[in-house]
Every structure is written in C-alpha cells, then in structure tokens.
C-alpha cells in the first residue's frame, strides 16, 4: 500500500489498470476473447453464413441474375443425376484414399511408436513432419514428374520388362486413361502421398499410449504374437486410425487441385464448386455443393467423437 | 497487540463447492500462527485469501485493521512462501531472490546487495548464479523464503512449506524458521496437515475441518482442551468416552475425549476410589514406539480404548502383556474433557 | 518407461515396411532436384539427357518470381503477426478459466483448417464481393491469418497449460502488477512456444493455395505461381528450380521449430517440481 506512493506515474496508470481488472476478472476475460472472436466470428463465421444463405438463393436461367428469395430450388439441381455422380464419386475417393493411407500408415506408426528410440525416432519424427509441413504444391508437382508418359514410371517399367503390365494397368475402365497422370489410379496415388502424414501421426500418438506392459500381459497370458496384435494392439490403436481418417478424408473431400493438376477430365466435388463460383458465376449451386461436405464432416465428427477419435489427436 | 489479519464471516465460494463456511478469525501481530486441518479443509483457500489471489465471496479481510477487499496481490503487504515453491524457471536464483525489488524499480547495485544478504540469511551465499533447477529440495525451499523475505513484508505465508522434505531436512527447518520468525518479529502464518509440526511450532493454531474453524488457542489448549470430538481426534490421539447412563447427575452425561497417555493399564483389577472409574478388556495389539508403547484394547458392545505407556525405563515397569489377555483400564475423571459435537451440516 | 525399447528387435517386414513408407513420402522430392539440373526442358523425361546449372540463372532474371516471392513473403508475415496476436490473445483466455461456451470457442478457432480450405477460400469471396471489398494483398493476407491463428494457439495454450498457476501468483505476491508479471514471467515461458507457433503459422502461410486462389485478384504469391506453370507450362525447368527453392526455405524454419519445440520440453522436465 505505502509502496505504490513511490512509483512514477506511467507506472501508476499501469497498475491501476492491473487492479481494475483483476478485481473484474471477466472483464479481462472478455478484453482477451473479444479480438480472435471478432477475427474468426465476423470474418470467418460470418462469410461462411453468408456463403451458406445463397444455397437457399436461385439462379434465373434466362438472365443469369441470381434471385434473392429464399428457395430449396438449388437443392433440387444437386440432386440431378449428373451432380449426385459426382459427389458418390469423389466420397468414394474419399473412402478409397483413406482405407489406403491408414493400410501404409500403420506400420511406419507401429515401427515409431515401438521400436524406433532415440536418434531414430527424432529421424522418424522429422521424416513424417517435414512433407506434412512441406509445399503441398511442390510434392503435387513432384508426382506429375513421376507419372508423366515419358517420366520414370514408364522407365522403370519398361527398363524391368514390366512395359505389358503397366498398359494393362492403364487400361483397365474407369480407373485406366491413356497415362498414369490423367487416370484415377494417378489421382488415387497423389491423394494418399498427400495425406499420408496425416494418417500417420495420430495412429503414432494413439500407439504411443499402450503401455508395453499390457502388451507383455498378452503375451503372458498365452497369446501368440499376431494374437496380440489382432486382439490388444489393433483396438488400442483404433481411435488413432479414426482421428487421421478425419484429416484424409476431409481433405479429399474438398481438395480440387489434385483432380485438376493429376487426374482424368470427370470433375470432383471442388472442381464443381470451383468452377460454379467462378466461371459459371453460379453462386448458389457451389453453395450447395458446400453444404455437402460439411454435413458429411458433421456426421463423421461427431460418429468419430463417439468413438473417443479426439483423444488421440 | 494489534491484529495483523482478521477474518469476519468469510465464505468462499466456487460454484456450488463451498471451500470456507464463514470463518471468524484473528491473527496477531507477531506471532507465529499455525492453520491445521486435512486435505480439503480450507486451510490453503484460507491463505490464498489473505495472499489476495482469490476473495471472498461473503465476509470481509482485514489487514492490519484496513479492509482488503480492493487491495491486489501485489499491494498487499504479505508475501508467500508457495508448496512447490514456484520459483521462476528462466531467472537465475540471485535473480528470483531479487524479483520483488526489480519490479518496485530499486536499482542493480541495491537490488545485488540485498538479494546477498537474504541468500546468506538462509545460507545459500554462492548459489545465486545457479537455475532452480541445479538446486536441492531444501535449497529451492530455502530460496523460496528469501525471496518471500526480501520485501520486508509483515505478515509471511507459508503454504506446506516443509511438505516436500524429508524428515530430518524438515526438523532441521521447523527450527530454522522459528528462530528466523523470531528474530526478524514479523507474523508467520503457515498452512499444514501435520498435526506434530503445528503444536511443536505455532504460538497459536486453528484446527480446520469442512471449511470452518473447529477451535483457535495455543497448542497446549488445544491438546488439552479440545473443544470438539473432531479436534480431540485430529490433534493427538483420543479415546471418546460417551456417557449417557440415566442415572448419572446430568452435568456428567455427554461425550468426552481422554487422552491415551492419561489411561492407566493394569493386569488386575484397581481398588475402586471415587474420582477414578475402570473398565475391563482384552488386549487387541500392541505397538512398540521406541519411546512410549501404545495399547488397544477391546473394551464391552465391540468398542476399543486405547492407553499409552511412557517407556521410563527403571523408573516404572512396562506392563508385559500379550494379545488376548484381560486387562483393566482406569484414569481419573479430572481427564475427561467434555466435548461439543462437531456442528452437523 | 520404454526403456527396453531398444532391445527389442523389429520384425524384418515391420521394417522394410515402414522404410518403405518413408521412402514413398521421400523420394519424389528428391525427383524434383535431379530435375532442377535437367537439361531437357519440354518434357519430363526420364533419365534427364544431361545435366546443368543454366536454370537457376534463368530463375535468377525472372522478374515474376521475385515478384511473387516478395508478395508471400509480405502475406505470410502480416498474417503471422496477426495470428501470432489473436492465437496468443485466445490461448491465455482459454488456459486460465472455464466459462460458457468454452468448447465452442475452441471448435471455431480450429474450424478453418478443419473443413476443407476450398470452404473459407469461396466463403471469403463471396463475401468480400457482396461487400464490394477489392481483392489485393490485403484479401490475401486476412483469408491466411485465420487459419494460421489456430497454429499459434496449439502451441501457446499447450505451454500455459504446462505453466503453474503459481508463477503468475508468485509474482503478483511479490509485488508485479499485472503487465510486469506479463513482461517478466509470462513471456519468457511462452516465448519458444509463441516462436515456434510463429514459424508453423509462417510455413503454413507461405504454402498456402487453396484459400489464396479465391482472395487474391491479379497478384500472385509464390505458390499460384507455381499453380499457374502446373496447370499451363510455359518454362518447365524453372518452375523445377522454384520448386527446389520453396522446398529450402521451407525446410529450414521447420526443422528450427522441431528441435525448439522438443528442447523447450525437454528443459521444462528438470524444472521445478
């Protein structure tokens, strides 16, 4: 009390400030939650919202002009033929990168979380962190050296005598085209290359947690390694698989740079948004297409939350 | 003497948990003034008050007679001495010690000097260039109290201050602090659940239980005197002796507590005499302490009493009895101390 | 606890499996700097006929790419500061108390790189049209910061959370108000973790296309450069050396960022308990 009496005045404001609010500690409370929230309410919550009215809006067909009436007209357009196979489309995408990056991920997972110490693991640790963090432009890049016709997948084919198996690769339906770069099976690979990462760390995180001695009490229990495995580790590691499907499967839900820079000319569910905002100047059918992958993220959460996924993130 | 803290029906709330339940209570100045209770008793909230880090939800603080209300922390003339110590990781000792005057602006050379001498008071002279985390338990606790020290406060608070020592480190410490309290006369209020360190050191203790003072007064009212069945129970030993016997003069019916070294153990029955009563029962254990042992005995409807024997060596003989033997247990009712029941909530 | 980890064998295919999988996440990257060298410049063909340094004195003249590096340098250290404020500004108020709609806050910080980017890149440009805002740097720079605030806030919240209460306490007890116990205490303890959120924020922002290819109007950051010489290529060998120069200077910070955020754990372990 007698010390305040001392102190110069720039410092006296200061601590009257200090005390007003420590004696208002919701005040400060709200002084420190107002900025980010304004940021991300407004900016962020805010176009979203407005972004998510205009699926409610319609586009004129003569004029173009998009009409401000609230409508489920737009609603109806999605569920044409042509839109719903896009969507199927790109959630079977969706469906078949995921399945296939937790299938690579977990062992690299595995070895990190069980056998790798030390160095190693810092190596490991990095290894995965850095294409995560690393230009996803330039790793997208990278694979149209690596499939293009004359890249080195020809030439590793055709060096090892493989030239017959890659065509018969290529020309499979659907999934085949004339070269690895403008075929599925091309888009398919950039998709999990991407997302691997993402699959991996929490798988890693989620392993990490099993103590060993749970696992030496299978053992001693009598079961049998791959027992062990199927029956002990597998489980354990379940919500860590459910929480890197969360990032792989959103991502390629509304990822529409890989499609366009590696793939064939059938559209994916952002390439469609892409180009109705743009080009097409079809405002309200992208909104549309919006909604879908939120409402398919929303129903994922929250099955991902019953699992107990957000532990392992 | 004045008081240096005063409590006037402080309640502290935090949602529907009710942490203190109207306190009254007075601390001098000067005196070394001990919080005793168990886990979740208060004690602790009772000090973050008078620290100012949380206030009242009811009742009002005073310090030194002002009101505390819209004082803050660090107006507060009161400095803390914290459980883990919360020395500052990334400031090197000498600076930790000299926190408290860095931030009051006193200059380099005063601040160096004086950080030096509280170190050599606690006998850390040499050590001020280290992190705490190069340092032992019992020299961040020492660090700890040199920087409460440095600004001079007049009331100190120490909040399980000997908690994280080991047992010949916290006795060497239990006097250290007493005679630093005593020569430097400023009020010690210190906060623990150790019912031994509260009676050897306080000048003056309060037992807490759920949020309320059981009892205030000097440790040897306290043991004597107890107050209630909770205090009798939590401080010392104590055999709670119920009397409800209908024809017994109504001033001697209640619940009363006996101390066990008060309890006399015999192998044959006592000459019955008017200010003495007996009981019989069978031996259930005993403990040998090195200076005292301690009997329990099962006494009549499934109850136990306890007695407790000095080790006196040839001055009295030790009773030598085993588990299982029948033995009489007897004191004089001068002993008993009439107990009010805990207030029931 | 895993202490007998290393005595432990793997497998011999758990290991060729999981160096498998690095390899995979690896080696195309290592692709694109054998190419950076190629002397073939209208194809990608395999093996590259030769091999030259001519392609980064051609990268060196382009004005373009200065051009665009100078424009993500600019966005991606305006949207850092701001994140590197609002993160840290959210951080403290979300460590220290509970209130209502507490969980709510955090999903809203984390929500921008939750959902797909293509969702905040249209929002933000259908909004900023609707209010007749022109896109410049400034679009840019506002759609990064969004999502870059929940990479400051991950790390500052982690470490507050590790940081007693009783620090903040002691110094007010010993007589900081509260700007001085902010000075002296609070931001020596979360310096590392605001630095290292700093740099994530920054790498995630230099790289960004996704959400920059809807808020920028005619500028172009380094990375819808790089979209533009994918989608139509005019000079291929260059965009192989600009590829070469994000991966360096990516790489760097991260690196940096890892190895302080794993000391800052490592030093807090020996701390005060």
């Known amino acids: 009390m007698a010390t305040a009496m001392q102190l110069p005045a720039k410092q006296q404001l200061g601590r009257r400030v200090s005390t007003a609010l420590l004696l208002r500690p919701r005040l400060l409370l709200a002084l420190l939650l107002v900025p980010p929230l304004l940021w991300l309410g407004v900016i962020y919550l805010g176009s979203m919202f407005a972004l998510l009215i205009q699926s409610f809006f319609s586009i004129d067909e003569f004029t173009g002009m998009i009409q401000r009436t609230l409508t489920l007209r737009t609603y109806t357009e999605l569920l044409r033929p042509a839109h719903l196979d896009i969507i199927l489309r790109t959630a079977a995408m969706a469906a078949a990168v995921t399945l296939a990056s937790s299938v690579i991920a977990f062992p690299i997972a595995y070895f990190m979380a069980r056998y790798a110490t030390g160095r190693a693991k810092t190596v490991f640790y990095l290894a995965v962190m850095l294409p995560l963090w690393s230009s996803y432009l330039v790793r997208v890049y990278a694979w149209k050296l690596i499939l293009a016709k004359e890249g080195i997948v020809t030439w590793l084919t055709a060096e090892l005598g493989l030239g017959s198996w890659l065509d018969a690769l290529l020309s499979i339906p659907i999934i085949g085209g004339t070269a690895l770069s403008v075929s599925y099976i091309g888009t398919f690979t950039v998709f999990v290359y991407i997302w691997l990462p993402f699959m991996i760390l929490p798988i890693q995180a989620a392993l990490e947690r099993v103590p060993q001695s749970i696992i030496e009490a299978s053992a001693d229990l009598g079961a049998p390694p791959h027992r062990t495995f199927r029956n002990v580790i597998l489980p354990l590691a379940f919500p860590g698989v459910i929480a890197g499907s969360i990032f792989t499967f959103s991502l390629t839900l509304g990822d529409y740079i890989i499609p366009q820079i590696i793939g064939s000319s059938r559209l994916f569910l952002g390439q469609v948004v892409y180009i109705q905002q743009g080009t097409a100047g079809n405002i309200p059918l992208a909104a549309a297409f919006c909604v879908v992958p939120i409402a398919v993220m929303s129903i994922y959460l929250s099955a991902a939350k019953r699992l107990g996924a957000f532990d392992a993130l | ?345 | ?273």
């Open chain 3, 1 to 273: 606890m895993r202490s007998d980890a290393s005595d432990r064998k793997a497998p011999r295919a758990l290991t060729a499996a999981a160096v498998a999988g690095l390899l995979f996440l690896h080696l195309p990257l290592a692709l694109i700097l054998l190419y950076a060298f190629s002397t073939e410049d209208a194809s990608y063909e395999f093996p590259p006929p030769g091999l030259t340094l001519r392609w980064f004195a051609v990268a060196w003249g382009r004005q373009d790419i200065w051009d665009a590096i100078g424009l993500s340098l600019r966005v991606a250290a305006s949207s850092t500061l701001i994140a590197m404020l609002l993160g840290s500004l959210a951080a403290a108020a979300m460590s220290r108390t509970r209130f209502f709609g507490r969980e709510a806050i955090s999903l809203l910080i984390i929500l921008p790189i939750a959902l797909p980017g293509i969702l905040t890149g249209i929002s933000l440009r259908s909004a900023f049209n609707l209010g007749g805002i022109p896109f410049s740097s400034w679009t840019i720079m506002l759609g990064h910061a969004t999502f870059c605030v929940v990479m400051v806030y991950n790390n500052v919240v982690a470490r507050f959370r590790r940081m007693p209460s009783s620090w903040i306490e002691a110094s007010m007890d010993l007589g900081a108000d509260g700007f001085q116990t902010f000075r002296h205490v609070v931001l020596p303890n979360i310096a590392t973790a605001l630095l290292v959120g700093g740099m994530l924020a920054f790498a995630l922002s230099f790289d960004e296309v996704i959400v920059t290819t809807f808020t920028a109007g005619q500028q172009s950051t380094l990375p819808i450069w790089m979209l533009t010489e994918l989608v139509r290529p005019r000079q291929r060998p260059v965009t192989n050396v600009v590829a070469v120069f994000v991966i360096v200077v990516t790489f760097a910070p991260l690196v940096v960022a890892q190895l302080l955020a794993r000391r800052a754990e490592g030093s807090n372990e020996g701390g005060i308990r």
């Open chain 2, 1 to 345: 003497m004045d008081s240096a803290v005063r409590f006037r029906n402080v309640c502290l709330r935090y949602g529907k948990v009710v942490a203190l339940d109207g306190i009254d209570l007075e601390i001098r100045s000067g005196e070394f003034f001990g919080i005793l209770g168990p886990s979740g008793s208060g004690k602790t909230s009772c000090l973050r008050l008078i620290a100012g880090f949380d206030r009242p939800s009811d009742g009002t603080i005073e310090l030194h007679g002002r009101s505390a209300a819209a004082v803050p922390p660090y107006d507060r003339d009161v400095n803390t001495v914290f459980q883990d110590y919360a020395l500052f990781p990334h400031m090197t000792i000498e600076q930790n010690v000299a926190f408290g005057l860095m931030v009051k602006g006193v200059n380099r050379r005063e601040r160096r000097s004086r950080a030096g001498e509280m170190l050599e008071m606690v006998r850390l002279e040499g050590l001020g260039e280290r992190r705490p985390s190069q340092l032992s338990g019992g020299q961040r606790q020492r660090v700890a109290l040199a920087r409460a020290l440095v600004n001079r406060p007049s009331v100190l608070l120490l909040d399980e201050p000997l908690g994280a020592l080991d047992l010949k480190l916290r006795q060497q410490m239990q006097v250290e602090l007493r005679s630093l309290q005593r020569t430097l006369g400023i009020t010690f209020i210190f906060v623990t659940h150790d019912q031994g360190e509260a009676l050897s050191m306080s000048d003056r203790l309060a037992v807490f239980n759920r949020g309320r003072v059981e009892q205030t007064g000097t440790p040897r009212e306290i043991y004597e005197q107890p107050s209630t069945r909770f205090s009798a129970e939590f401080v010392g030993d104590s055999n709670i002796v119920e009397r409800r016997d209908p024809d017994t003069r109504s001033q001697e019916q209640g619940v009363f507590s006996l101390r066990p070294e008060k309890v006399h153990l015999s192998t044959r029955e006592p000459v019955a005499d008017a200010h003495s009563i007996s009981v019989t029962g069978e031996v259930a254990d005993v403990q040998f302490h090195g200076a005292s042992v301690r009997y329990v005995v099962s006494v009549s409807d499934g109850r136990s009493m306890t007695a407790v024997a000095g080790n006196l060596g040839s001055r009295a003989e030790l009773p030598a009895v085993e588990p299982g033997a029948r033995v009489w247990l007897s004191w004089n009712s001068d002993d008993l101390h009439r107990l009010r029941e805990s207030e029931s909530r």
